[in-house]
């Protein structure tokens, strides 16, 4: 079974970094678009940034753009976001999800299973 674990959040201040994880188990060899989400207390759910099959194309949220940046270690089986001048308004939990056609896409239905989240906290 397919299955994707995040890992990497924590309490940080703004200005700070983080390097977010997203580690693939299962059919590995089947390679598919990753997305980033998170979800805020008390918000909806919002794309954050994604990568397609072949790490060619990668796509930004307007609000991390420039900030936030999706790399990948294939031999891990793991795709990064690194996630710099953080501010109080990116805290939340962040997943990561599988988009089985290897596309990626900011909409979630696209996504065919998804992590457990990590927390994210960015405090002023």
């Known amino acids: 079974q397919e299955q994707l674990v995040e890992s990497g959040g924590g309490l940080v201040q703004a200005g700070d970094s983080l390097r977010l994880s997203c580690a693939a188990s299962g059919r590995t060899s089947r390679r598919y678009a990753i997305g980033w989400f998170r979800q805020a207390p008390g918000k909806e759910r919002e794309f954050v940034a994604a990568?397609?099959?072949?790490?060619?194309?990668?796509y930004y949220a307007d609000s991390v753009k420039g900030r936030f940046t999706i790399s990948s270690d294939n031999a891990k089986n793991t795709l990064y976001l690194q996630m710099n001048s953080l501010k109080p308004e990116d805290t939340g939990v962040y997943y990561c999800a599988a988009d089985l056609w290897g596309v990626g896409s900011y909409r979630e239905e696209v996504y065919d299973f998804w992590g457990q989240g990590t927390q994210v906290t960015v405090s002023s």
């Open positions: 990568v397609n099959w072949s790490g060619g194309a990668t």
